[in-house]
């Protein structure tokens, strides 16, 4: 965490204290002159590889990810929202998002449930092939939504509506980027959440395949 100004990080230090949370952070060892390098969340555009697309694409078709046990808890509620994917990166592209969005915020499991968690994959698969445009009309469609889900996933979501992604995205995209193995990039999508990093991918990865055909139609045109 960087806290560039002196009287945020006392601020910031007092409220830890006050919530009593002093024994579980470290606060010793803050200091106002510590140096911390900031983190830059937002994805920029860059070049993917277009057969680990197509690998994962068809792995995650396959079945490679099993959901049999998670989604028997949620009366095949995951499985549902998951089937939802290639619809929405279809209609996001062409620019009708709202057509799909209500069936997704906040639509199954977890604290960032699932359509939410997709959602953030589409918007990381947009800013990364530079479809600028389409994510901005992804992000105003799905603002008035988020009163549907959770306070947690709000902010999940209003961070990726303005370019911003956590860490475990831009590791994903780098998979993309350097052609990782299907089987390396499913593993670490495992590796966050019961199901968050894998419902992510989905979307990421079925944005990514339809950008590819979109982009395919358009040079045959």
């Known amino acids: 965490m960087s806290i560039p100004h002196p009287i945020e990080y006392s601020r910031v230090r007092g409220d830890f204290v006050l919530a009593g949370l002093g024994a579980i952070v470290d606060l010793a060892r803050w200091s106002v002159d510590t140096a911390f390098e900031p983190v830059d969340l937002v994805l920029a555009p860059g070049n993917l590889d277009r057969a680990a697309i197509v690998a994962v694409a068809a792995a995650i078709a396959s079945g490679a990810v099993s959901i049999a046990t998670i989604d028997a808890r949620f009366d095949g509620g995951l499985a549902r929202v998951r089937s939802r994917a290639a619809d929405l990166a279809t209609s ?11 069936d997704l915020v906040g639509a199954g499991p977890g604290t960032t449930p699932s359509g939410d968690d997709m959602i953030v994959g589409c918007l990381a698969a947009l800013a990364v092939v530079g479809r600028t445009d389409a994510a901005r009309r992804l992000a105003e469609a799905t603002a008035p939504l988020l009163a549907a889900t959770t306070i947690t996933s709000r902010h999940y979501l209003e961070a990726a509506a303005s370019g911003r992604f956590a860490e475990h995205v831009h590791d994903l995209v780098a998979g993309f980027e350097t ?8 593993e670490h999508a495992t590796r966050w959440g019961a199901t968050s990093g894998v419902d992510l991918l989905i979307g990421m990865t079925a944005t990514l395949r339809a950008d590819l055909a979109a982009r395919s139609e358009e040079g045959a045109a």
């Not at 996001?92 to 209500?102: K, Y």
């Not at 052609?179 to 499913?186: Q, V």
Request: charged fraction near 25%.
């Open 92 to 102: 996001v592209l062409s620019f009708e998002p709202e057509q799909v969005l209500p």
């Open 179 to 186: 052609g990782r193995s299907a089987e390396r990039i499913l």
